[in-house]
């Protein structure tokens, strides 16, 4: 069959509508019942998610949900800071100080008053200075919380006084600085008084705080030169030891082994011949390296035996100017140590604890004047070669070239820490191994338990605000369940109600639809028939749920708008939760009314004529 009103599909989707229309007080009934389950359902998926993603945001905002901190000092490597500072889920990390370096005194403008702050190093990408109104101060300048501020008196663009102390040598010693106010945080960065200020900045006042000199900002002070280090030691003694003295040698001196050794072994680590009549004994570690303190414990033990105690590092070489490769020995001894050797006394004497830079910086070499000025380098060093200038003091026809002892313990300490020679200081001196703290923010609140999961399985206790990111995902856990739970009940109630609606249509209408059949639609058209009334009723149901929902909505979000901030909604469904819902909806529909729709393909369309 077809005629002006086009197809037959078109026909029976037609009379469908047609027949809502003409049934229209129990269709607005059925409508409203289906509206009814479904408007709440909106309601309460709008207030999970706008309560859910306002909290959320509140978190992710303020980046100090974000932070992460350890709880306990200990040193950070720097290589281990840039493998952290690489990882997908750290958006920014930088090292910190102790906490009593990081105290300075603030002079208050207008007064001789000074107050404390806490000092906090800052660098380019700081997600508390950049997300709470502030920058990244440059040289010279500084970021003031809002409270420090307050305190002084001061805005952004003003000067501030600072001041580093010390006690040293029993006095009390302050380095000045001057700092431009570059920014002053939002109240919700802290509550205390700090200044952030650049790292450099940081670095140089925990340095000064620990008695050194910073030339690059005039404050005095001392140097930090490398502590000397050793392979092992040899002894050298007028009679052999007895087993059990052999053994308490080592005992509560830091070395671990003993061993007696021969002429050749005393070659190979000095350069020297072994004199007869001597017993040597060559004392090593397992550890990583030989410390003075070993040195004088040893000393200590066989005072009185005419012990003579050398510390030694094997495969010293310096290499010169011209390329070639310069054997050393490390030698500090006395005149009449000297002497049992068959040596003259060196210029430097014996092993001192401190000795002068100049005396350091000296050898014993054959070829060379006296006097004369050697350039060297130390290959080995851990940061790369080690550039420094040598005096020769002296001639010697020994296999291998003499250093001071304390010259080759430094340069044995290069190995494995920084070390680096200061040409205005004229000294050696030891860098940073690495730092006492660190201030890290993941890159979102989610990735917070995972990197603090991450960091405790590397035995590092640290401290984040896991329980206020947690409250909010139980939350949201909570809140989905109980959306779930009021969803199934009002869902199957409406099921329920639509489908008796649709089956009882049937029902009622089985004279006007064995007439379609009668009059040549197929039983696959009048399928679906209820099937068309079902999605009809379903669109119309939750176009009126959402125009409840949205003026329900939009009295909430006004009643609750001054405890928000700009832009925040209490109640709010994204345009991908209300297309789902419509899809939802209709697919629901349309099960709902197979029931109905199976149904009609047992109505004979002889009813019609037996009806006549």
Request: aromatic share 6%; proline share 6%.
């Amino acid at each position: 069959m077809s005629g002006k009103g086009g197809k037959p599909p078109a026909i029976v989707f037609r009379l469908a509508l047609a027949d809502l229309r003409h049934e229209w007080i129990l269709s607005a009934c059925l409508m409203l019942a289906i509206a009814a389950v479904i408007a709440p359902l909106l309601l309460l998926m709008g207030l999970k998610h706008g309560t859910i993603t306002t909290l959320r945001h509140e978190l992710i905002q303020d980046p100090q949900f974000r932070e992460i901190r350890p709880a306990k000092t200990r040193e950070y490597a720097s290589d281990w800071l840039e493998r952290q500072a690489a990882s997908e889920q750290v958006e920014f990390i930088i090292p910190t100080i102790l906490a009593a370096s990081s105290i300075i005194s603030v002079v208050k403008p207008g007064s001789r008053r000074s107050l404390i702050y806490d000092l906090v190093p800052t660098r380019n990408g700081d997600p508390l200075l950049l997300e709470n109104g502030g920058v990244v101060p440059e040289e010279g300048e500084c970021v003031l919380t809002d409270a420090g501020a307050k305190e002084l008196g001061v805005g952004t663009g003003d000067n501030i006084s600072v001041r580093a102390t010390r006690i040293r040598g029993g006095r009390r010693e302050t380095a000045p600085a001057e700092l431009r106010v570059a920014a002053v945080l939002n109240p919700r960065a802290s509550a205390l008084n700090r200044l952030y200020a650049p790292l450099d900045f940081v670095l140089d006042v925990e340095s000064y705080k620990e008695g050194l000199a910073v030339p690059a900002r005039s404050w005095p002070g001392g140097t930090l030169r490398p502590y000397p280090s050793y392979d092992g030691m040899l002894v050298l003694l007028p009679e052999a030891l007895r087993p059990v003295q052999e053994t308490g040698l080592i005992i509560n001196t830091g070395l671990t082994g003993i061993e007696r050794a021969d002429a050749d072994r005393f070659l190979q680590r000095t350069g020297l011949a072994l004199p007869p009549g001597l017993t040597l004994y060559d004392l090593t570690t397992s550890q990583s390296a030989v410390q003075l303190s070993s040195y004088h414990a040893i000393r200590d033990k066989l005072r009185g035996k005419g012990a003579l105690v050398i510390p030694y590092v094997r495969d010293l070489r310096l290499q010169l100017a011209t390329g070639d490769s310069l054997p050393l020995t490390g030698l500090s001894l006395g005149a009449d140590q000297l002497q049992s050797l068959g040596m003259e006394s060196l210029p430097w004497g014996a092993l001192q604890a401190s000795p002068s830079a100049e005396s350091l910086r000296q050898i014993v070499v054959s070829g060379r004047n006296q006097h004369e000025r050697l350039p060297v380098e130390y290959p080995d060093g851990a940061a790369g070669a080690l550039a420094f200038p040598l005096r020769v003091s002296g001639h010697t026809d020994a296999k291998l070239s003499i250093i001071p002892a304390e010259l080759a313990g430094i340069l044995r300490t290069a190995r494995q820490r920084k070390v680096t020679f200061s040409a205005d200081q004229g000294d050696f001196l030891l860098q940073r191994a690495g730092f006492r703290g660190f201030r890290m923010y993941t890159r979102s609140i989610d990735d917070v338990p995972p990197m603090v999961d991450a960091l405790k399985a590397d035995g590092i206790d640290v401290i984040a605000q896991i329980e206020a990111i947690e409250r909010v995902r139980v939350l949201d856990r909570g809140l989905s369940r109980i959306f779930w739970l009021v969803a199934l009940v009002g869902i199957s109630g409406g099921i329920a109600a639509l489908i008796a609606s649709l089956y009882a249509a049937v029902e009622r209408k089985q004279h006007e639809l064995s007439v379609l059949r009668l009059i040549g639609l197929s039983r696959n058209q009048v399928f679906m028939f209820p099937v068309y009334q079902g999605a009809a009723l379903a669109v119309l149901s939750l176009l009126l749920a959402m125009a409840a929902y949205f003026s329900l909505a939009a009295v909430i979000n006004f009643v609750f708008s001054a405890d928000l901030d700009m832009g925040e909604k209490i109640c709010n469904l994204p345009w991908h939760y209300l297309s789902a819902s419509v899809i939802a909806t209709a697919t629901v529909a349309v099960l709902s009314s197979l029931l109905a729709a199976w149904h009609t393909t047992s109505i004979d369309p002889g009813e019609a004529l037996r009806y006549e």
